[in-house]
C-alpha cells in the first residue's frame, strides 16, 4: 500500500518564498515518476512539475520555468517543490501524485496517469 502526504503549504506574500514537501510511504522503485499538480478554485487541475524517483530527469510547467524547482531526498523518502517569486496567480491546492510504474517520461505532465495522491496542501499567495 502507498501513501502520499504533502506539507508546507500556507499563506505568502507576493514574491515569498514556499517549499512543498511530499512524503511517500510504501514500495516505490525507479520506474516511478512523481509529480506535483496544483488546482485553483473553479479551475482543472495543472501539471506543475515531475521528476524520477530515481533523481535525474526532471521537468517544470512553463509558469514555473524559473521559479519553481522539484527535487528528492531518498533517505528520507521525500519530494519537494521550491517554489520562488510567488504571485497570486500561483494559490492553490497543490497535489503530490506518483504515476503508474508503466508510465514513461513523455507522460510525466499527464493527470491520468496518477493512481496515488496525497490530500493536498493550500497555498495562498496575497497581492
Known amino acids: 500500500q502507498v501513501e502520499v502526504e504533502e506539507s508546507g503549504g500556507g499563506l505568502v506574500q507576493t514574491g515569498g518564498s514556499l517549499r512543498l514537501s511530499c512524503v511517500v510511504r510504501?514500495?516505490?522503485?525507479?520506474?516511478?515518476?512523481m509529480g506535483w499538480f496544483r488546482q485553483a478554485p473553479g479551475k482543472e487541475r495543472e501539471f506543475v512539475a515531475a521528476?524520477?524517483?530515481?533523481?535525474?530527469?526532471?521537468t517544470i510547467a512553463e509558469f514555473g520555468k524559473g521559479r519553481f524547482s522539484i527535487s528528492k531526498d531518498s533517505a528520507q523518502s521525500t519530494v519537494y517543490l521550491q517554489m520562488t517569486s510567488l504571485k497570486p496567480e500561483d494559490t492553490a491546492v497543490y497535489y503530490c501524485?506518483?504515476?503508474?510504474?508503466?508510465?514513461?517520461?513523455?507522460?510525466?505532465?499527464?493527470?491520468?496517469?496518477?493512481?496515488?495522491w496525497g490530500q493536498g496542501t493550500q497555498v495562498t499567495v496575497s497581492s
Open positions: 521528476m524520477r524517483w530515481s533523481g535525474g530527469s526532471t
Open positions: 510504501g514500495q516505490t522503485s525507479s520506474r516511478h515518476i
Open positions: 501524485g506518483r504515476a503508474r510504474a508503466s508510465t514513461i517520461w513523455s507522460e510525466a505532465a499527464n493527470l491520468g496517469r496518477y493512481d496515488h
